[in-house]
């Protein structure tokens, strides 16, 4: 008996197709797998970064204690604001002094009170502004939590 051997290779094309098209299809699976995989990723680090900052920003407490105003010379004035940070969170905090609307004087350096902390935060503004009568005091967190105090200078 003879074996039958066919004499063109018409018979490999169908299984090599079929090998190259199984590849095809295992790497766009794996494409899509990999971006699909990438993309929510990116968004529960989002949806964390998110809630963990609106958690602090809720944990925010802090208040002016004391306000004291000295006066040095003509020409310069210092502001002292007391905030206490009874949260628990560290806060940074910028200083404003107003009167009748206007702003007299600022702290912009972003001062950090420590959680449970209270801390001095002077401010300087002229002599010329700051006369007797009620100023407010404004103090910004960075989490945009905001805290106004009364005072008579």
């Not at 003879?2 to 094309?13: D, Q």
């Not at 002077?122 to 700051?130: E, G, H």
Request: negative net charge; proline residues 1%; glycine residues 4%.
């Amino acid at each position: 008996m003879k074996k039958y051997m066919p004499k063109s290779g018409r018979a490999l094309s169908p299984i090599i197709a079929t090998i190259v098209l199984c590849s095809v299809v295992l790497v766009v699976g794996i494409s899509a797998w990999n971006f699909v995989y990438s993309v929510s990723d990116y968004l529960q680090t989002k949806y964390f970064t998110e809630t963990k900052t609106r958690v602090e920003e809720i944990s925010e407490r802090f208040m002016v204690e004391h306000v004291s105003y000295v006066s040095y010379n003509a020409t310069t004035d210092i502001l002292h604001a007391w905030v206490y940070n009874y949260g628990s969170v560290d806060i940074t905090v910028n200083v404003y002094v107003y009167k009748a609307g206007s702003c007299l004087g600022k702290n912009e350096t972003n001062v950090v009170v420590a959680s449970k902390g209270n801390l001095d935060i002077t401010v300087s503004a002229s002599a010329l502004d700051l006369e007797e009568g009620i100023i407010t005091i404004e103090v910004a967190s960075r989490r945009q939590n905001l805290v106004y105090e009364s005072s008579i200078l």
